[in-house]
Each structure stands twice: as structure tokens, then as C-alpha cells.
């Protein structure tokens, strides 16, 4: 039987014990101090599987980790059942090709600021694009999470470069 090895909390002593005393209260030869022997921890469990890539209808297995089609009833590889559990679906919005169509954590300003610019050919809507595009910086400034940066600076480009040029034609309209 393997000896259990403990230092006193109290004078730092190292004391050795035999294995079947684990839980048993007991005091330190040297300071008298009382100390309870630790019973020995079970070994964690191991951690979760890193997640496979998600297809959609897919199961996987809460037994053993493994991915199974919707339409198994029980696990290929342990054959634990599967009826009950939740189908995982994919997660789309931390996928960086749907954050480009969707508008997912953008700054609604920035969307409004990049549509005015777009409709600022049309010239009046070009001065609503770059004060879109102004509030949508400080948006974005003020909720780092928030994306749309580029939206908004187009916003105000676009905006900026209309108005110039619906400025001349309200001179040269008005001359």
C-alpha cells in the first residue's frame, strides 16, 4: 500500500501516512495541530470534444461525442439512442461569409450610411449620406462589438463628392 504524503498546515512538516487513513482525522506529531487526510480527487473528466464542423442535420452523440446523421436512431460509434436529443443546426452568424450579407452586429447607421452613398448619384440624397456616415462612426466608436466601418466611410465619401457636385449644379442653375 502506497503512503500518502502531507505537509502540516500549521509547523510545515512533512508527514507520511498510510494509504487507508485517507478521511481520518488526525494530529501532527511535532505541533499537535489537528489535519484531516484528504481522500484521494477522481480524475476529471476529460473535456468536451473541440465542436466538429456543424452540418446541418446533425447529431452528435452526448455519450461519446460522435457526429451521427438526424436519421440515426442510435450512435454509430457507441450505440448509445439518439431519439430525443436536439438537432444541432449551424451557426451562421459567426461565419465571416453570412456577417458580409447579413447585418449581423452592424451598426444600423452604417448600412444607411453606405445605401445613401449609393443613392447619392442621385445628388440629394448625398448631404443625408455623409451625416449618416458621422453618426455611424460615433456608433461604431461607442460599441467596439459593432462592425460597419468601411459602410460608413463610404457613406461619407460618397456623400461628400455628390454634394460638391450638387452644389455646382445650384450654382449653375441659380447663374
Same mark, same amino acid.
Given at each position: 500500500?502506497?503512503? &500518502?504524503?502531507?505537509?502540516?498546515?500549521?509547523?510545515?512538516? !512533512?508527514?507520511?501516512?498510510?494509504?487507508?487513513?485517507?478521511?481520518? !482525522? #488526525?494530529?501532527?506529531?511535532?505541533?499537535? @495541530?489537528?489535519?484531516?487526510?484528504?481522500?484521494?480527487? %477522481?480524475?476529471?473528466?476529460?473535456?468536451?470534444?473541440?465542436?466538429?464542423?456543424?452540418?446541418?442535420? &446533425?447529431? #452528435?452523440?452526448?455519450?461519446?461525442?460522435?457526429? +451521427?446523421?438526424?436519421?440515426? =436512431? #442510435?450512435? %454509430? @460509434?457507441?450505440?448509445? @439512442?439518439?431519439?430525443?436529443? /436536439?438537432?444541432?443546426?449551424? *451557426?451562421? =452568424?459567426?461565419? $465571416?461569409?453570412?456577417?458580409?450579407?447579413?447585418? /449581423?452586429?452592424?451598426?444600423?447607421? =452604417?448600412?444607411?450610411?453606405?445605401?445613401?452613398?449609393?443613392? $447619392?448619384?442621385?445628388?440629394?440624397?448625398?448631404?443625408?449620406? *455623409?451625416? &449618416?456616415?458621422?453618426?455611424? *462612426?460615433?456608433?461604431?466608436?461607442? +460599441?467596439?462589438?459593432?462592425?460597419?466601418?468601411?459602410?460608413? !466611410? #463610404?457613406?461619407?465619401? %460618397?456623400? $461628400?463628392?455628390? &454634394?460638391?457636385?450638387?452644389?455646382? /449644379?445650384?450654382?449653375?442653375?441659380? $447663374?
Amino acid at each position: 500500500m502506497a503512503d &500518502t504524503v502531507l505537509r502540516c498546515p500549521y509547523c510545515k512538516q !512533512v508527514i507520511e501516512l498510510p494509504r487507508d487513513a485517507e478521511g481520518a !482525522v #488526525f494530529h501532527c506529531p511535532r505541533c499537535r @495541530g489537528p489535519m484531516t487526510v484528504p481522500r484521494p480527487v %477522481a480524475a476529471p473528466a476529460p473535456p468536451p470534444r473541440p465542436p466538429q464542423q456543424m452540418v446541418e442535420g &446533425t447529431v #452528435f452523440c452526448h455519450k461519446c461525442g460522435a457526429r +451521427n446523421p438526424e436519421t440515426n =436512431a #442510435f450512435c %454509430a @460509434g457507441c450505440g448509445t @439512442g439518439l431519439r430525443g436529443q /436536439v438537432v444541432q443546426q449551424p *451557426i451562421v =452568424a459567426n461565419r $465571416s461569409e453570412m456577417r458580409m450579407l447579413l447585418p /449581423v452586429d452592424r451598426s444600423p447607421w =452604417a448600412i444607411l450610411a453606405g445605401y445613401l452613398g449609393l443613392c $447619392s448619384v442621385l445628388l440629394f440624397p448625398a448631404p443625408f449620406a *455623409i451625416l &449618416t456616415g458621422i453618426l455611424a *462612426i460615433r456608433d461604431i466608436r461607442r +460599441n467596439p462589438e459593432k462592425i460597419g466601418m468601411v459602410r460608413a !466611410v #463610404f457613406g461619407i465619401a %460618397a456623400g $461628400s463628392l455628390m &454634394t460638391i457636385v450638387l452644389i455646382i /449644379v445650384i450654382i449653375a442653375k441659380l $447663374s
